[in-house]
């Protein structure tokens, strides 16, 4: 499976309320190809590429463990540090085996401080809803598009549904957005809705209908030897 930005990422741990960015030291990677890459995985390492900004890409190569570890916290925005140099780096893409459970291979973005980049960010559902019998609270949406400076990115977007009575819905638009970033998504994107789950049936409208009820009329069968005209035959 392939993780991008058009997925959920995994939340940030902690209380961070914005993008940190992570050390994590790789290597030049010279040779390509896919037996390169199964030597290198037995290795313990991964391939990557580093492009963006108009420059050419640069093929690396990671420690597997350590980036999954890094990635497994939320973490998005890497110091990749190549010899004497550091580069800034943007996780976009994370590709794993068929189970999931192990990254083959990652993509990262350049970024430049003076420069926004569009991001998916995940939403944080906080409070409750009132109890109403049979309403139901669903998260339609898990994350939003944003876009804002490098170092603005928020860890987590808060979604206050506290005051939501139903028949209400929040969409995108209506978020309380960290100082700096801007909504790059549908703001008519829904992202929670509180609604019964089957609308009741009014008192009126049950009375209604039982006052207004006919009865069955149900026909008396006739005996086999009554004619039409009830009578029997002789």
Not at 65 to 73: F, G, P, S
Not at 75 to 97: C, I, S
Not at 162 to 185: C, K, M, N, Y
């Amino acid at each position: 499976r392939s993780l991008d930005e058009s997925e959920p990422w995994p939340v940030a741990r902690g209380r961070r309320r914005e993008v940190q960015s992570v050390a994590i030291p790789v290597e030049p990677r010279e040779k390509c190809g896919s037996a390169e890459a199964r030597r290198m995985r037995r290795a313990g390492r991964i391939p990557a590429i580093l492009y963006g900004l108009d420059r050419p890409p640069l093929a690396l190569s990671i420690e597997t463990r350590r980036l999954a570890a890094e990635v497994n916290k939320g973490q998005r925005m890497f110091d990749l540090q190549l010899g004497d140099k550091t580069r800034v780096g943007l996780l976009k893409d994370l590709q794993y085996n068929s189970l999931g459970d192990t990254i083959l291979h990652a993509d990262f973005n350049r970024v430049d401080d003076a420069t926004p980049v569009s991001i998916v960010v995940p939403l944080e559902f906080i409070g409750h809803p009132s109890e109403v019998s049979g309403a139901s609270l669903e998260h339609v949406s898990q994350d939003v598009t944003v876009r804002c400076l490098p170092r603005k990115i928020p860890t987590l977007i808060s979604v206050h549904q506290s005051h939501l009575e139903v028949g209400d819905h929040i969409e995108a638009g209506q978020l309380e957005l960290p100082e700096g970033v801007e909504l790059d998504d549908t703001p008519t994107k829904t992202l929670v809705t509180f609604h019964y789950r089957h609308r009741p049936v009014e008192a009126g409208e049950a009375e209604e209908g039982e006052e207004g009820a006919e009865p069955e009329v149900l026909t008396e069968r006739r005996s086999d030897d009554e004619g039409e005209g009830g009578k029997k035959e002789g």
